[in-house]
Structures are given as C-alpha cells and as structure tokens.
C-alpha cells in the first residue's frame, strides 16, 4: 500500500476525522476515513503521517474482578455512537506521563470508585477498532476493592455495577441488552470457566 496523502477533514476534542487516499497493491486508488487521537487537541499533534498510524498505546482496558474473583465489574455506558446504553469494562486513554498501571488506577477510581489492587496480568496492546480507529489498547486483568460509585464526570454516564455468573448470563441472553463487543466475549468466557 502506498498513501498518497493524508488530509485532516476534523480536528476534535479527542479524536480526529482523517481521509486518506492511497493505492493498493493492484495499483487501485481509494479513498479510506479513520479517527485517530494523534492530530486531536488532546494531544496537541498537528499532523498525522503514514507512520504515525497505530504505533503507540494510547489506552488502557480493564477486566476487574473483585477479591475472590466471583463477581467480574461491568459498567452500563451511554454512548451516543450507538444512541443507547452499553454494557462494557473501564477503559480510558493513558495521560501523557502515565504508566498503563497509574491509568488503570485513575480510571478505575474516575468510572466506578473503586481502589486497584492488584494487577494479574497485562496482555500486550491490541488495536480497539482497526476498521476506523488506530487507538490500541493494552488489556490488564486486575482486582479492585472499596464502594462503587456512578462516574462523576459530567460527560459521562457511567454506571458500574459487580456481576456475578448468575447475573451475567441473564444479562448475555436478554435481547434487550447490548453490549461491547469484546465485553461480550470476555464475559462469556468467564461463564465459561475461563479464569482469571
């Protein structure tokens, strides 16, 4: 693939609209939108270039599960993306000067109220939506403790909640229940058995 060019068409609070035009290995030229964090006034980045694109973790994702690991903290979301609630995981972008961990600590504590514990595991980064978006995300399996409590964030609406097994699989098969995509999958893995 070859990019001929990369134009900015929206410079947003955080994340920006681009086109880029390019030929593929056939020699077709095309067109191809995506939103990307780095150009946004988040991070003050003027220009977006061909190697820019998804080459840096910009944010953290968390499955939190409480001290004994019965009960798995989803969060009821409204995304105007999608124009309805949302179920899915703590997730936010890494401050510049932030270690994914301290990230996971702050958002943890923004979105649900809850103190971090421990980390089990850190998977290395994946890319949250490849078709429209270059934002990649490390994944960290984590235990959390103390009082939950609604996201005081203004912009937000957030409300998290523990889940235990019982919860979740009602929760799975109501059709009047939407969730993330990969909150969906990872919750049906620890129906599963998969462990924590």
């Not at 880029?20 to 003027?46: L, P």
């Not at 998804?54 to 999608?82: P, Q, T, W, Y």
């Amino acid at each position: 693939m070859k990019a001929d060019n990369i134009k900015l068409v929206h410079r947003g609070e955080y994340l920006s609209y681009y086109e880029i035009a390019y030929s593929d290995e056939q020699g077709n030229h095309k067109t191809y939108e995506m939103v990307s964090k780095n150009g946004s006034k988040f991070n003050n980045t003027e220009e977006l270039t061909l190697s820019d694109i998804g080459k840096e973790d910009i944010a953290i994702v968390l499955i939190v599960l409480n001290r004994d690991h019965s009960k798995m903290l989803l969060l009821k979301e409204f995304r105007m993306g999608v124009n309805q609630y949302v179920y899915g995981q703590v997730t936010g972008f890494i401050d510049e000067g932030e270690t994914d961990e301290q990230a996971s600590a702050r958002e943890l504590k923004e979105e649900a109220g809850l103190d971090l514990v421990k980390v089990i595991d850190k998977l290395s980064s994946s890319f949250s939506c490849a078709p429209i978006a270059d934002d990649k995300a490390i994944m960290l399996v984590c235990e959390a403790e103390g009082e939950i409590c609604n996201s005081k964030d203004v912009n937000e609406e957030i409300y998290p909640f523990w889940c235990d097994k019982e919860m979740a699989r009602k929760l799975l098969f109501d059709k009047d229940v939407t969730f993330a995509a990969r909150t969906q999958a990872i919750v049906y893995m620890w129906l599963l058995g998969a462990n924590f």
